[in-house]
T-cell receptor, first 116, second 115 residues
Framework: GAGVSQSPSNKVTEKGKDVELRCDPI?????LYWYRQSLGQGLEFLIY????????KSGLPSDRFSAERTGGSVSTLTIQRTQQEDSAVYLC??????????????FGPGTRLLVL | AQSVTQLGSHVSVSEGALVLLRCNYS??????LFWYVQYPNQGLQLLLK??????LVKGINGFEAEFKKSETSFHLTKPSAHMSDAAEYFC?????????????FGTGTKLQVIP
């Protein structure tokens, strides 16, 4: 079946512009996560969705970052007024059941963002 | 709060040699532990996971890991490295946080396989 997909795969933007990153999770997965992977860093948790609500936004680095999820499916991560330090790979993951701690997260291929 | 430490950001082994990637964790509750692999320009893929039961867990591509509670470790091993094993490997710990799964990843270990 189809896995997690993300678009665009690559994005180059100018400092100060807004960008939108999209994630299509696996059908039926209720939990959706956004992570940021910077060079030499591990995966930094950004936000978690349970259905359409986001009970944990603690990882969003600033108020320039926001995310939404509609229909319990597609999610969009928006970065406003991008800065060079926002350059990273943004990974989306989904899992079947949000209540369990043993669930496997299935990752998309990521969006590589470069802010010039 | 949970945390994961991966010793060695880069590991090099010869083709056919033993692969050992180290992972230590801290968790206030019995942990669920994962190893993921990331090939270039791809997302992360599950290699194996420990939830309960047998402490030696076998995964895909001949990898296995052993949960050692006394050492708070979950090291990843493979008896004989293949060129195709060259990738970045992430150890992760998961616990229930406020009613949902919170996963903390290590900083990753890049495995180089030398022919």
């Amino acid at each position: 079946g189809a896995g997690v997909s993300q678009s665009p795969s690559n994005k180059v933007t100018e400092k100060g512009k807004d960008v939108e990153l999209r994630c299509d999770p696996i059908s039926g997965h209720t939990a959706l996560y956004w992570y940021r992977q910077s060079l030499g860093q591990g995966l930094e948790f950004l936000i978690y969705f349970q259905g359409n609500s986001a009970p944990d936004k603690s990882g969003l680095p600033s108020d320039r970052f926001s995310a939404e999820r509609t229909g319990g499916s597609v999610s969009t991560l928006t970065i406003q007024r991008t800065q060079q330090e926002d350059s990273a790979v943004y990974l989306c993951a989904s899992s079947l059941e949000w209540r369990g701690s043993r669930e496997t997260q299935y990752f998309g291929p990521g969006t590589r963002l470069l802010v010039l | 709060a949970q945390s994961v430490t991966q010793l060695g950001s880069h590991v090099s082994v010869s083709e056919g040699a033993l692969v050992l990637l180290r992972c230590n964790y801290s968790s206030s509750v019995p942990p669920y532990l994962f190893w993921y692999v990331q090939y270039p320009n791809q997302g992360l893929q599950l290699l194996l996971k420990y939830t309960t039961g047998a402490t030696l867990v076998k995964g895909i591509n001949g990898f296995e890991a052993e949960f050692k509670k006394s050492e708070t470790s979950f090291h990843l091993t493979k008896p004989s490295a293949h060129m195709s094993d060259a990738a970045e490997y992430f150890c992760a710990v998961s616990e229930n946080s406020g009613g949902y799964q919170k996963v903390t990843f290590g900083t990753g270990t890049k495995l180089q396989v030398i022919p």
